[in-house]
């Protein structure tokens, strides 16, 4: 028997969730990965990943300082 993959893909599983501030939840995702990403590679927290990427520190601050 083979595997026939997943049912939805990423950014669908996303759309079936309240966005929030987003008024597309993949948007969110999309800003989760590059700032964890950015935080991860430069060894910085989220004051430093938020002034490099112009997004809102408080978003950031549980994604990267919260581990």
Do not use: C, H, N
Request: proline share 4%; hydrophobic share 35%.
């Amino acid at each position: 028997m083979s595997d026939p993959g997943p049912l939805v893909d990423e950014r669908g599983l996303a759309a079936t969730y309240d966005g929030g501030a987003y008024v597309d939840a993949w948007e969110g995702v999309e800003q989760y990965r590059k700032a964890t990403s950015y935080a991860f590679r430069k060894g910085v927290k989220s004051s430093a990943t938020a002034r490099a990427l112009d997004l809102p520190r408080g978003r950031l601050r549980t994604w990267i300082d919260d581990g």
